[in-house]
């Protein structure tokens, strides 16, 4: 058989999964919509103006900045599992790939991006 | 798994310029607001150490980093080419932002990125690299291209490139994976090799060499993938614009250089006639639409369409082994003929641009002659050189191509070229016209770098247009190593 049909059956079980779940709760559920239910959720607290609004942009940099150190995690861990094969070409190589890092926090840093105003 | 000397050798100036470009950006950081001059000199002494390690490679030919990058006459010819282009964006660019409030050091570290991405794009012989080169070059040309913030044409042309780059580049690896299905590699020389073999899909690999074409084709502004172009080029500061035209043309024609007279020989047969008329397309839309143009800038946009439609020919008799090597050669000294005549004319529009977007209407360019004898003559020459009138390095250039297109066959597409050449000649020299013999007050400014910039394109344009056979020579030796 081919290994290729798991990988769809997986997409398909993927997909009916959520699909089945909220359709079922859709069919079986009571349905008596009033407006506090019908209101935005914004984490449990009562919804202050419209949910169409402009997000302040400095949380992009928040992105970015986050970005710096996930990136390094998730090439640093196999990275360092792996360093006694690879020997001192990847210690210097890591070394590298963490000073570019580095490089774009100093960049944040000095552009005063870290402090919140 | 390892990398020898050789290896960094043939990155080398690809290395050393990211590393400057890297460094740089920390450096300006503890450069005060109002010497970002240093900025300025830094990059643009970054790019000539660079170009100094380039030209020292010249006649070495070597592939590295596992057959992905190459350094071959070819590299070596577009790296320096691009490199003058990064420095001479810088020269205009250096009093252009500061007069336009929008000086940041960015500016100049965000150029030598771009730089760095198109120099590998020269240089990769494995669709994979093609791909990071793309990225590298393009999305500091996204930034670049808004830098005028928060001015709405600027954010709007950053912003229309950035979706509609991002969209090609979508073709590009959408083409490169389906390539890679079918040959099973996405090393050029393997490609070339797989292609060989009977059990390979031709269909799979005819239309992944399509996709990447049209990728490509639209980084070059060919139509009908040139919508961006007008928008863009007029949105942009005009500094921006200048090295735009230049640098991604020239990586984007390098890299379709490359990957399809190495990789996809094999598909001539069905490329020549589909590249016939993307060329001619390109062309013919390109030189009507900017008949009726009345700001410069967007008439620059259509003349860049156009001309890039005048460079593609080039490409036409790619796999042609007889005229491949005189076509690339002819291609790559048109490059560079553009290169030079586009950042003399966009330094004369720096020249009258003022802050708000005034002074960019034709119309604005009436009594330069008289006022500004100088300007109006280099002017002049920019756009006789576009035409391809004599004495400018733009007549050779067509010459060449002409020749080298009719050598493969394609007498049909030289005639369309010149034809549409003689369109041309309307609205360049409208601009003459306009200079000379209408009555005005035009206003300029004066900048030592912007002034040497002008007249040192001005004189290479002039120049090496009487004694084009070194140049050439020099192209001709700028062969594609093959497989």
């Known amino acids: 058989m081919n290994p290729w049909i798991f990988v769809g059956l997986f997409f398909v079980v993927g997909l009916l999964i959520p699909v089945g779940a909220i359709g079922i709760a859709w069919l079986l559920g009571p349905k008596k919509p009033n407006p506090i239910k019908q209101s935005v959720y914004e984490c449990g607290i009562e919804t202050v103006g419209e949910s169409w609004v402009q997000f302040k942009a400095q949380y992009y940099i928040f992105a970015l900045v986050f970005l710096v150190f996930d990136v390094e995690t998730v090439f640093l861990f196999p990275w360092a599992v792996k360093l006694g094969a690879l020997g001192l070409f990847a210690v210097i190589e890591g070394i590298i790939f963490i000073l570019i890092l580095v490089a774009g926090l100093v960049y944040t840093w000095r552009k005063g991006m870290l402090e919140w105003a | ?483």
């Not at chain 2, 350094?71 to 252009?96: E, M, P, Q």
């Not at chain 2, 830098?147 to 709405?152: G, I, S, V």
């Not at chain 2, 590009?172 to 996405?186: E, K, N, P, Q, W």
């Not at chain 2, 006022?371 to 920019?382: D, E, G, N, Q, Y």
């Open chain 2, 1 to 483: 798994m390892n990398l020898t000397s050789q290896d960094y050798q043939v990155l080398a100036p690809y290395i050393l310029l990211t590393a400057w470009a890297c460094v740089l950006l920390l450096v300006d950081l503890f450069i005060p607001k109002e010497r970002k001059s240093v900025t300025a000199l830094l990059a643009a002494l970054g790019l000539a150490v660079t170009l100094g390690v380039t030209l020292s490679q010249v006649g070495i030919e070597q592939v590295g980093f596992f057959n992905m990058a190459a350094l071959d006459g070819f590299s070596t010819f577009v790296n320096a080419l691009l490199l003058v282009s990064g420095i001479l964006g810088i020269a205009l660019a250096h009093g252009y932002v500061k007069r336009m409030g929008i000086e940041r050091g960015e500016y100049y570290t965000l150029l030598l990125f771009s730089v760095s991405g198109m120099m590998l794009m020269a240089q990769a012989t494995d669709l994979i690299i093609v791909f990071i080169a793309l990225e590298l070059l393009s999305i500091p040309l996204y930034v670049l291209a808004a830098f005028a913030r928060p001015q709405l044409s600027s954010e709007e042309a950053g912003m229309k490139y950035f979706l509609l780059g991002a969209f090609a580049t979508g073709f590009v690896v959408y083409g490169t994976a389906l390539v890679f299905g079918a040959t099973g590699t996405t090393s050029l020389a393997g490609i070339v090799a797989a292609a060989a073999s009977p059990s390979t899909s031709t269909l799979l690999l005819t239309i992944g060499a399509a996709l990447v074409l049209v990728g490509f084709g639209f980084k070059v502004a060919a139509v009908p993938f040139h919508m961006w172009t007008p928008d863009v080029y007029q949105g942009a500061p005009t500094a921006v614009t200048a090295f735009m035209a230049s640098g991604a043309k020239i990586a984007g024609f390098a890299a379709l250089l490359r990957v399809f007279a190495t990789a996809f020989p094999a598909l001539a047969v069905d490329m020549t006639a589909v590249l016939w008329a993307l060329a001619a397309l390109t062309m013919i839309v390109g030189n009507v639409i900017a008949i009726s143009q009345t700001d410069i800038k967007r008439m620059l946009a259509y003349s860049s369409i156009a001309h890039a439609g005048y460079i593609l020919m080039a490409f036409v008799p790619y796999g042609n082994p007889a005229v491949r090597d005189v076509s690339i050669a002819a291609g790559l000294f048109y490059l560079v003929a553009y290169a030079f005549t586009n950042f003399g004319a966009w330094g004369v529009v720096i020249a009258l641009e003022k802050k708000e977007e005034k002074g960019l209407a034709i119309a604005d360019y009436a009594g330069l002659g008289r006022k500004h004898p100088l300007l109006a003559a280099a002017m002049t020459v920019f756009m006789l050189s576009l035409v391809g009138l004599p004495p400018t390095l733009g007549l050779v250039g067509k010459v060449y191509l002409f020749r080298a297109v009719i050598a493969g066959g394609f007498t049909g597409l030289a005639i369309i070229g010149v034809l549409t050449s003689l369109i041309s000649a309307y609205y360049y020299l409208r601009v003459v016209v306009t200079m000379y013999m209408k009555e005005g007050e035009p206003e300029t400014v004066r900048e030592t770098w912007l002034s040497l910039t002008t007249a040192l394109t001005a004189i290479v344009t002039v120049v090496f247009s009487l004694l084009p056979q070194s140049l050439f020579e020099w192209a001709s030796t700028a062969v594609l190593k093959l497989f």
